[in-house]
């Protein structure tokens, strides 16, 4: 049932990898495939309707919006080779729909930047799994090219970062790419400029929080998924209140206080280089 709504919580969910072996450090980042299974048959058996980004975009930025009743957003990032083996089946079968973020530099290869992580070989998507799911109906989108920090960058290697995956991503796919993620979460808002002058009609942060029907859609807040996420968890999530103004204008503040703090020690490590850069 379709249902008219003024203001409207809406859960994002974010998943990277779906898999059971990895790296300690990069744990939080990988989902279970059996746990992963039972958080789409907890959504399924609890009336939630899986619609991808763009979807969501479009039913927000029409005068008279219908949204499901009880909407959710499935985001996977990066690209992993375990979303073709691990995920797509799954949402198949769930007869769902997702959004998956790709980072083009890396496709047919493995996670070379998440060395540090001790999983820089993990291997990533090929361009004929790619074109295999996109025939399926699941939503790709950009996720940049080599999967930098996007906000540390001069603009114009930004801007390249941003536009050469889409460009790669529409050759490949024969189709529009309309929504982009921000690696990490990172952005700003000359980035968020260049996200949209490339021709995004949206684009998802991170933020560890609930969007709604109010929140920018080049600034998409989602709920991190991870091995920690039991079903208790994703329940506990998706049953969250609004929070109240004073402890969202918390949030905020603290983000961008980090970001500033980052930011300034990039460019101290720039200058240091002989690459000065105002932070």
Same mark, same amino acid.
């Given at each position: 049932?379709?249902?008219?709504?003024?203001?409207?919580?809406?859960?994002?969910?974010?998943?990277?990898?779906?898999?059971?072996?990895?790296?300690?450090?990069?744990?939080?980042?990988?989902?279970?495939?059996?746990?992963?299974?039972?958080?789409?048959?907890?959504?399924?058996?609890?009336?939630?309707?899986?619609?991808?980004?763009?979807?969501?975009?479009?039913?927000?930025?029409?005068?008279?919006?219908?949204?499901?009743?009880?909407?959710?957003?499935?985001?996977?990032?990066?690209?992993?080779?375990?979303? $073709? =083996?691990? %995920?797509?089946? *799954?949402?198949?079968?769930?007869? /769902? &729909?997702? #959004?998956?973020?790709? !980072?083009?530099?890396?496709?047919?290869?493995?996670?070379?930047?998440?060395?540090?992580?001790?999983?820089?070989?993990?291997?990533?998507?090929?361009?004929?799994?790619?074109?295999?799911?996109?025939?399926?109906?699941?939503?790709?989108?950009?996720?940049?090219?080599?999967?930098?920090?996007?906000?540390?960058?001069?603009?114009?290697?930004?801007?390249?970062?941003?536009?050469?995956?889409?460009?790669?991503?529409?050759?490949?796919?024969?189709?529009?790419?309309?929504?982009?993620?921000?690696?990490?979460?990172?952005?700003?808002?000359?980035?968020?400029?260049?996200?949209?002058?490339?021709? $995004? =009609?949206? %684009?998802?942060? *991170?933020?560890?929080?609930?969007? /709604? &029907?109010? #929140?920018?859609?080049? !600034?998409?807040?989602?709920?991190?998924?991870?091995?920690?996420?039991?079903?208790?968890?994703?329940?506990?999530?998706?049953?969250?209140?609004?929070?109240?103004?004073?402890?969202?204008?918390?949030?905020?503040?603290?983000?961008?206080?980090?970001?500033?703090?980052?930011?300034?020690?990039?460019?101290?490590?720039?200058?240091?280089?002989?690459?000065?850069?105002?932070?």
């Amino acid at each position: 049932m379709l249902v008219k709504q003024e203001k409207k919580q809406i859960p994002i969910l974010m998943y990277h990898s779906i898999a059971q072996s990895t790296n300690p450090k990069f744990k939080q980042f990988a989902v279970p495939p059996a746990l992963f299974a039972e958080h789409m048959t907890y959504l399924r058996e609890h009336s939630y309707t899986p619609i991808n980004v763009t979807q969501l975009v479009r039913m927000l930025s029409q005068e008279r919006f219908a949204l499901p009743e009880r909407p959710v957003v499935l985001t996977f990032d990066d690209g992993f080779a375990d979303f $073709y =083996t691990n %995920a797509l089946p *799954v949402l198949q079968q769930c007869g /769902s &729909t997702a #959004t998956l973020y790709i !980072a083009t530099g890396f496709i047919g290869s493995t996670s070379r930047w998440l060395a540090r992580e001790g999983e820089a070989t993990r291997p990533m998507l090929t361009w004929t799994q790619v074109n295999e799911i996109g025939a399926c109906g699941i939503e790709c989108g950009g996720h940049t090219h080599w999967h930098p920090q996007l906000d540390t960058l001069p603009l114009a290697e930004a801007r390249d970062e941003i536009v050469r995956c889409k460009a790669l991503l529409e050759d490949h796919l024969g189709q529009k790419v309309s929504s982009f993620a921000y690696p990490h979460g990172y952005h700003s808002a000359a980035i968020k400029r260049l996200v949209r002058e490339a021709g $995004y =009609t949206s %684009a998802c942060a *991170v933020g560890y929080a609930m969007s /709604s &029907t109010t #929140t920018d859609p080049f !600034a998409l807040a989602r709920l991190r998924m991870g091995a920690d996420t039991s079903l208790d968890a994703l329940a506990a999530l998706l049953a969250q209140p609004v929070p109240p103004t004073g402890t969202m204008m918390y949030k905020r503040f603290r983000t961008l206080g980090w970001r500033l703090v980052r930011r300034c020690s990039v460019s101290v490590t720039r200058q240091l280089r002989g690459r000065p850069e105002g932070c």
